[in-house]
Nanobody
Framework: QVQLVESGGGLVQPGGSLRLSCSASGFTLNSYAIGWFRQAPGKEREGVSC????????SYANSVKGRFTISRDMAKNTVYLQMNNLKPDDTAVYYC????????????????WGQGTQVTVSS
């Protein structure tokens, strides 16, 4: 059974850091691309970052480039999103999704989503 479970969200002050985790089960990461999305209240969903099935290609939205880093641990079958220098505009529910390939910062050919984790950046 395919599952994606996000964790690591929370409340952080501007300039702070969080690391989100996307724990995958029912498949191996080297068979699929994984992407992170976020959606803030009243806004459209935004593709944040993507890592290819080989792990060799990573991509980021311009809004997070230089601050966020996507990575994965094959032994734990988990994808991470390290978020540094967080800003209030980063406040959103963050989701990971499985897909076939990365199209810029968006994982395309999506078939499974996690339940999301809330990130709130506020003083």
């Amino acid at each position: 059974q395919v599952q994606l479970v996000e964790s690591g969200g929370g409340l952080v002050q501007p300039g702070g850091s969080l690391r989100l985790s996307c724990s995958a089960s029912g498949f191996t990461l080297n068979s699929y691309a994984i992407g992170w999305f976020r959606q803030a209240p009243g806004k459209e969903r935004e593709g944040v970052s993507c890592i290819s099935r080989s792990g060799g290609i990573t991509s980021y939205a311009n809004s997070v480039k230089g601050r966020f880093t996507i990575s994965r641990d094959m032994a734990k079958n988990t994808v991470y999103l390290q978020m540094n220098n967080l800003k209030p505009d980063d406040t959103a529910v963050y989701y990971c999704a499985r897909g076939g390939w990365c199209l810029r910062a968006v994982v395309d050919g999506r078939d499974y989503w996690g339940q999301g984790t809330q990130v709130t950046v506020s003083s």
